[in-house]
Every structure is written in structure tokens, then in C-alpha cells.
């Protein structure tokens, strides 16, 4: 019993449910006082020992059933409900030893195949446009942490938006530069019109937050000590305390998707997210297609090259090629930096939920109470299992999460985008489709610090 | 209690339906002695659950209600500064004897110590929740209510309590509970709690009911219910939960809305009873208005 328990575990924390020995050796006790002849109770006890966070219970579920298979059954086809009041269960004995080794998911290992396409889209992707419309007439959605949505001024009124939602509006290519749709096909020199803007929009956000914090810098009125500072002279005159912040040093991630679709948008952002966040703030950049990989030093290098004439000749001379090639700094485009990351594959298919779960599962996830997470991508996993459970692990481990969606709000959760499942995990959802969509984005970023 | 069975007995004889899972988990805190963190979302028993427990054990119930800004202070012990100074002026004159014929200040210190701790003994001590809990001679359930509500700091502070069952008070040393008390922690999972805290606790997540169990739990609750209403009323609710609303009707909604609609007579739910006793189930304008104007959808 003890080895099959091991064994358990240790299938348990490959699948990102880390359980200590301390854990482990509970489960034990646990097993011993309910015994093994109901397989029900012994479930119940190991699900109660070794489960420490609702997000993991379907999870944990899942590898019971794949592990423990009970005779007469195939493993997950039978698998229940992730409900903690379930059912009372029948007696039936366990299974002698683990499943078959291919009743259970293989790890989503850098080595390894990424998971198998989930043929089914997300379910929760139909309820996007009826939660957009929730939100912008301010009521929160489901149970989920989403309470605001940001989208352009081509926004539908509240009422407008349960009628169904109206086409894209795109911008044509010779339009305003701050609402050209990102989506567009555009030559890098389109993408170096769009970047030279770059530095306006960063001094409108420094102004901007300059001024709300010096709006601030007095704090609050705190009623609460109205009374015990005016006691002291009978209340005659009435003080009025201020609550000054506390201060607090934010950390801040920013996790980008630099797949191709995404690419120009992700370039964008991070020159205007860099730009204002790079000398005063703890912000790690974490860039993924599939995995995630930590680019921290090489955005801040490329960050701190000047721009210089090379910059355009470099994006312009070698015609239309990945997007992000006219965003260049000191003569090194966005699209060659990306290439040049070690672990990175800017051409591999997006896999939103291999690269959750393996940051979910790394010892270098995000988290704290002051972190921020910001994520830049627009859900399109490519039908790949979009595993929101991690998502919502990694959400749950921070402060504030803000999803910055390169697409119209009309294309959200359609086809095989998976932001149904990712956006309730999320506290605010910003519309990032043009330029001026970055900007909102980070401005919403820089407020919440 | 000797199995998870007992339990589920022993809770629907003071008329709480307990699934086998919370059962079971009750019966592990148990034997294995560890506190219990009960998290889902509000209204689904989660509290009731734990006033129970103490009620199947004969045992006091000790509440600690979190809250954003709890302390040490209000939830382990004070100092009875008002008694201090009345015994302070009540013994001023043997104070005075005792200082009388002393030459300078440094030496009238001097035979003050010693005599000083006898203001920081037990009897100037106001226990509070937490050491109330450690000090009890008879068994105890201790229920850390809504634990999300508090702050980190004070979960950090929580871990000594847990895991040792003892408590530290600088002027007396540390209190070791003789028999340590049955702890229930419960959370809304407003915010997330520390894997410190998570890891020296069994965890029990309730979420709302099904249908079955939701009847089961009325007809337990509200006896005097007829048989079609309380299966209208409980498909009411399921359908209303499937809502997006500000806040979801719990269990305990459910059963106010019962009682509610028992008060008033109703032998249906007709769109009048609904208007009568709605406010019992939703506890907002806009639901309230939300559900109404989709009355056939739920019926």
C-alpha cells in the first residue's frame, strides 16, 4: 500500500500538485484509520489529506481515477464530479495497482509532446459576449474574480450590447495610427510608424499617474479616528485625519505571448510597459508560445539600446517577414530578439495551457500579495487543452491580474480561443487592439501600483 | 465517534444533511487531531457545520469572527489595564510601606521588583478566543470564522496555535493546551490563504448542493413544507443559482425562502408568493428585479 501511494504522489506532483512528505505521511494515517475495502473512503481520505486548494480538486479527480482504476472501469472515462459534496459512493474495492500507464495525461514537460488536441472547444466561450455585456453595466460575472472590462471607444453602450454584437469595426490602414487594428498585415514600416509613437504615449501615462499621485499623496480621510483625534479638545475644532497609502514596493510580471499573431501587439506593449517600468519597479518578463521563458534581462538590453537610423533601414530593407521586425531598438528588431531567446520557438503552434502549467508548476511562479500579473495574448490555444485550472492557480497567487486581449472584443472566446476559461480568473479585461488599446492597458497597469 | 458514518448520524439527528465527504473529513480532523479548513462559497453550511460539531461533542463552542484588522490583541489575550489601576490605587498604602525609609530612588526600584509581576499574573489576564481555547478544561471547539477576512500577518500568527496548540505570552511563558482543542477554520476564499497555513490543516471544500440533497436538506429543515412546493422551490433555486447575480442564493437562502413561503401560506409558487417572499432568497435589488423579469425560465 505504501509504495502504490508513493507511486501516487508522485504521479500527483508530475501532474503540478505538489504534496510534502509531511502531506504524504497524513494521507497515510489517514488511510490506515478508514482502511482500503471501500475505495469511496479511501478517495474521500486521500482527496482530504493530500487536496489543499479547491482549484486542485478536479485535478486530483482526475488522476484517482486514472491511477486507481476500479475494476470494470476504464479510469478517467469514469471519472466524477469535482464537487467536495459529493455523492455518498458506493462500496466497491480498489484496483490492486495503478491504471495503465495511458489512462493517465503525460507531463507537459519541455522534453516531451505537448498534450493532445482537445477536440471539444471551451464551453465557457459562448458566455463571453453575455459577461462583456454584465460587466459594462457594472454587474460582476459568475463566481469567477472579473469585475471590469476596458474596451475602445467603438465600445457598445450597455443596453446596445444584449442585442448581439455588432462586426468589427477595423481601421483602415491610412486611419488614426493610435486605433490601426494590430491585426492587420502591416510592412515594418507600418510597424515603425506605430513604434515612433511609442514615447508620446509613455509621457501621457507618466503625466497621467504623475498627477493622480500627487492627488493621493495626502491620502484618504479617515473617519474611523474623526473621533479619538477631536477628543482631545472636546471636538472643538473637529480634526480631520488623512490615511496616507503605505507604502509598498509592487512586483510586476508581465507574461507575453510572442506567438505570431500576437507578436506586433506583444512588441508594442512591451516597449511602452518597459519604457515606464523599467528604473523604479520589481517587473520580471516572462514571454511564451508554448512555455514560458524568463527574457527579463534581454527585454531590459534591448530596451536600453537607443534608437538609431539603422533601426528603420533594418526593418525596411528585408520586406514584409514576422511581425514585430519595423519595432527596433539600437538596430535590433523585436521579431530577431525573440528568435535569438534560448527555450523560446516563436513559429511553434500557441499552447496557453502547457505554458500555465508548467509556470503554475516551476519553483519561479508569480505570486505575493503585491504582485501584478499582467498577461498580453488573445486565448488562442490552437484547440490544445487551455488547463484554466493553472491559470487560476497562478491568478490566485497574486494581487491583480489584468489580461490585455489583442483582439476585437467581438472575436473574444470565438473559434478556438479559450478566454472563456482564463478571463474569470482575471480582474480586469482590457481590449488592447490598436495602439491606443496598449496604452489603456498599461495606464490600467500603472494605476494599480 | 467511531466512523465517518457516526458522524453523518450524529449531524442529521440536529438536522444537518452531511455528505460522506464531509463526514469523512470530520472524522479524519479527528483522529488525526488536525484543524479543519472549510472552504466554499458563502450560505452552503460551512459555520453551521462547525456550531454543530461542538453540539455532537457536548462541547463550548469558542468563535473567533476575522476581520480585517484583527489582532493579538482581540484575539489571544489582553491586559486588564482598568483593574491594574484599581488594585494600583486600592494598594497605594501598602505601596507606601513598602517604599518608607528608602534613601534615594534607585533604591526604592529595587524593592519595587518583584512586586510588579504580580500585575501581570492571570488574575489581571483577559483571555480571549485563542487562549480561551488553549486554557479550556473541558473540550473545546474552536471556530476561526471567515479566516480570509483577516490579514496575512495575523495568518502567520495563527500557525503556532495550529500546529503546537500553544500560545506564548511574554510576561508568563507559554500555555500548552492540556487537551487540545478541535479547530475549524472557515473561508469564503475571498483572498488566498498562505500554503503555510493550508498545509497544517485538512481541507473540505462545500459547494452548493444538487437537487436531491438540496430537497433532502428543506425537508430536514422545514418539515411543515408540502411535497410538489418544496421540489418547485428547490428547482427555483437551482435554476436561479445558474444566474449570473450578484450574489447566489445558499442553502441557508433557501431555507429562509422556505420558511418564508410556509409564514405566508403559499400552496404554489405563483408569481404573487414570489413577489411576497423573493427578498428571503435574493439579497439584492437588481437580482431580485434580474429573476422576476425571467420568472418562466426558472418555474
Given at each position: 500500500m505504501i509504495s502504490g501511494l508513493e507511486r501516487f504522489v508522485a504521479e500527483l506532483r508530475r501532474e503540478g500538485l505538489s504534496a510534502s512528505p509531511a502531506e504524504w505521511l497524513e494521507a497515510l494515517r489517514a488511510v490506515e484509520r478508514l482502511g482500503l475495502d471501500d475505495r469511496e473512503r479511501f478517495r474521500r481520505a486521500l482527496r482530504c489529506t493530500l487536496?489543499?486548494?479547491?482549484?486542485?480538486l478536479e485535478l486530483f479527480d482526475r488522476v484517482f481515477e486514472g491511477f486507481f482504476a476500479a475494476p470494470g472501469t476504464s479510469g478517467p472515462g469514469s471519472r466524477r464530479s469535482a464537487?467536495?459534496?459529493?455523492g455518498s459512493g458506493g462500496r466497491r474495492p480498489i484496483a490492486a495497482g495503478p491504471a495503465p500507464s495511458g489512462t493517465t495525461r503525460k507531463p507537459a514537460s519541455a522534453a516531451e509532446p505537448s498534450?493532445?488536441?482537445?477536440?471539444?472547444?471551451?464551453?465557457?466561450a459562448s458566455a463571453l459576449p453575455r459577461a462583456v455585456a454584465a460587466l459594462l453595466e457594472g454587474q460582476p460575472w459568475?463566481?469567477?474574480?472579473?469585475?471590469r472590462v476596458l474596451l475602445g471607444p467603438g465600445a457598445p453602450a450597455p443596453r446596445a450590447t444584449r442585442a448581439g454584437p455588432s462586426p468589427p469595426a477595423a481601421a483602415a490602414p491610412g486611419a488614426d495610427p493610435l486605433r490601426?487594428?494590430?491585426?492587420?498585415?502591416?510592412?515594418p514600416e507600418g510597424e515603425r510608424e506605430l513604434a515612433a509613437l511609442v514615447p508620446r504615449i509613455v509621457e501621457r501615462i507618466r503625466l497621467r499617474s504623475g498627477r493622480r499621485l500627487r492627488r493621493s499623496r495626502?491620502?484618504?480621510?479617515?473617519m474611523r479616528r474623526v473621533f479619538r483625534d477631536s477628543l482631545r479638545h472636546g471636538g472643538v475644532p473637529c480634526v480631520l485625519p488623512f490615511r496616507r497609502r503605505r507604502p509598498r514596493r509592487s512586483r510586476i510580471v508581465l507574461l507575453t505571448d510572442v506567438s505570431w499573431s500576437v507578436a506586433r501587439a506583444a512588441g508594442l506593449f512591451l516597449s511602452i510597459a518597459g519604457e515606464l517600468l523599467r528604473h523604479s519597479r520589481d517587473v520580471r518578463v516572462l514571454l511564451f508560445v508554448d512555455r514560458a521563458v524568463d527574457a527579463t534581462r534581454e527585454i531590459d538590453d534591448w530596451l536600453r539600446r537607443q534608437p538609431t537610423p539603422r533601426d528603420a533601414w533594418d526593418g525596411g530593407?528585408?520586406?514584409?517577414?514576422?511581425?514585430?521586425?519595423?519595432?527596433?531598438?539600437g538596430g535590433v528588431s523585436f521579431a530577431k530578439l525573440v528568435s535569438s531567446?534560448?527555450?523560446?520557438?516563436?513559429?511553434?503552434?500557441?499552447?496557453y495551457g502547457r505554458a500555465f502549467h508548467g509556470l503554475a508548476r516551476s519553483s519561479k511562479r508569480p505570486g505575493g500579495r503585491t504582485t501584478a500579473l499582467v498577461v498580453l495574448g488573445d486565448?488562442?490555444?490552437?484547440?490544445?487543452?487551455?488547463?484554466?485550472w493553472a491559470f487560476e492557480e497562478l491568478a490566485s497567487r497574486c494581487g491583480a491580474v489584468i489580461w490585455l486581449v489583442p483582439?476585437?472584443?467581438?472575436?473574444?472566446?470565438?473559434?478556438?480561443?479559450?478566454l472563456g476559461a482564463y478571463?474569470?480568473?482575471?480582474d480586469v479585461a482590457v481590449e488592447t487592439s490598436d495602439l491606443a488599446g496598449l496604452a489603456r492597458g498599461v495606464a490600467e497597469l500603472v494605476r494599480r501600483l | 465517534m467511531t466512523s465517518p458514518e457516526s458522524i453523518e448520524t450524529a449531524l442529521r439527528s440536529h438536522g444537518f444533511v452531511a455528505t460522506g465527504e464531509v463526514a469523512t473529513a470530520l472524522f479524519l480532523a479527528e483522529q488525526l487531531g488536525k484543524p479543519l479548513l472549510i472552504e466554499g462559497?458563502?450560505?452552503?453550511?460551512k459555520t453551521e457545520l462547525g456550531k454543530l460539531w461542538a453540539l455532537c461533542h457536548d462541547a463550548e463552542l469558542i468563535r473567533l469572527q476575522c476581520y480585517e484588522g484583527l489582532d493579538e490583541a482581540k484575539a489571544l489575550y489582553e491586559w486588564s489595564y482598568g483593574k491594574q489601576m484599581l488594585y494600583a490605587q486600592l494598594l497605594r498604602e501598602k505601596t507606601g510601606d513598602l517604599l518608607?525609609?528608602?534613601?534615594?530612588l534607585a533604591s526604592a526600584v529595587r524593592r519595587l521588583q518583584g512586586q510588579t509581576d504580580e500585575f501581570f499574573s492571570r488574575e489581571f489576564l483577559l483571555p480571549r478566543p485563542l487562549l480561551a481555547a488553549i486554557t479550556a478544561t473541558r473540550p473545546v471547539v474552536l471556530l476561526i470564522d471567515?479566516?480570509?477576512?483577516?490579514?496575512e500577518e495575523f495568518e502567520a500568527f495563527l500557525l503556532e496555535v495550529l500546529s503546537e496548540a500553544q500560545v506564548s505570552i511574554p510576561e508568563l511563558g507559554t500555555f500548552r493546551a492540556e487537551r487540545p482543542p478541535r479547530v475549524i477554520l472557515t473561508s469564503n476564499d475571498s483572498r488566498d490563504l498562505s500554503d503555510a497555513l493550508r498545509r497544517r490543516c485538512l481541507f473540505l471544500f462545500i459547494d452548493y448542493p444538487d437537487f436531491e440533497e438540496e430537497l433532502r436538506i428543506v425537508e430536514s429543515r422545514?418539515?411543515?413544507?408540502d411535497d410538489t412546493l418544496r421540489g418547485q422551490l428547490v428547482r427555483f433555486t437551482q435554476s436561479v443559482r445558474k444566474v449570473s447575480l450578484r450574489k447566489r442564493p445558499g442553502i441557508a437562502e433557501t431555507i429562509d425562502w422556505a420558511l418564508a413561503l410556509v409564514a405566508v401560506g403559499a400552496?404554489?409558487?405563483?408569481a404573487a408568493a414570489l413577489k411576497q417572499t423573493l427578498g428571503a432568497l435574493l439579497k439584492n435589488r437588481d437580482d431580485v428585479e434580474r429573476v422576476l423579469s425571467d420568472l418562466p425560465r426558472h418555474r
Open positions: 487536496v489543499k486548494r479547491a482549484a486542485q464537487r467536495g459534496a459529493g498534450p493532445a488536441r482537445d477536440p471539444t472547444p471551451c464551453s465557457a459568475r463566481h469567477g474574480r472579473w469585475r490601426r487594428d494590430l491585426a492587420w498585415r502591416l510592412s495626502r491620502g484618504r480621510p479617515y530593407s528585408r520586406g514584409a517577414r514576422r511581425p514585430g521586425s519595423g519595432i527596433a531598438r531567446l534560448p527555450g523560446l520557438a516563436p513559429d511553434a503552434p500557441s499552447d486565448g488562442r490555444t490552437n484547440r490544445f487543452d487551455p488547463q484554466a483582439e476585437p472584443w467581438q472575436r473574444w472566446g470565438s473559434g478556438d480561443s479559450a478571463l474569470p480568473h482575471a | 462559497p458563502p450560505g452552503v453550511g518608607a525609609g528608602a534613601p534615594d471567515e479566516i480570509d477576512r483577516a490579514d422545514v418539515p411543515g413544507l400552496e404554489g409558487l405563483s
